[in-house]
């Protein structure tokens, strides 16, 4: 059974934890608008795991923050997860801040 995909927004930063994956990522799609307003920046140093979709919601939820003006940056993004937007070449659009 997989675990659960808990966020909270602090400012203008949206923190996740948990794991972000096709099981567990719904209620975060169905108020991924509301959740993003003012969001320049995610935290992701406490996903356990992320799977395909997982990342394709990291790349949605930046589309969003363009369109609302946004120059969205992740932070904590860990070996595992950068292997995975490696993978997909995604280096230019899951964009780290340093």
Do not use: C, P
Not at 26 to 32: N, Y
Not at 53 to 76: C, K, M, S, Y
């Amino acid at each position: 059974m997989s675990e659960q995909l808990n966020w909270r927004v602090e400012a203008n930063q949206l923190h996740l934890s948990g794991e972000l994956e096709r099981e567990t990522l719904l209620a975060l799609w169905e108020q991924r608008g509301s959740v993003m307003k003012q969001i320049d920046t995610i935290d992701v140093s406490a996903l356990e795991r992320v799977d395909s979709a997982g990342l394709a919601l990291l790349v949605h939820l930046r589309q969003i923050a363009l369109q609302q003006g946004e120059n969205l940056q992740f932070t904590g993004i860990t070996e595992k997860l950068r292997t995975l937007i490696s993978l997909y070449n995604l280096q230019q659009i899951i964009v780290s801040r340093t």
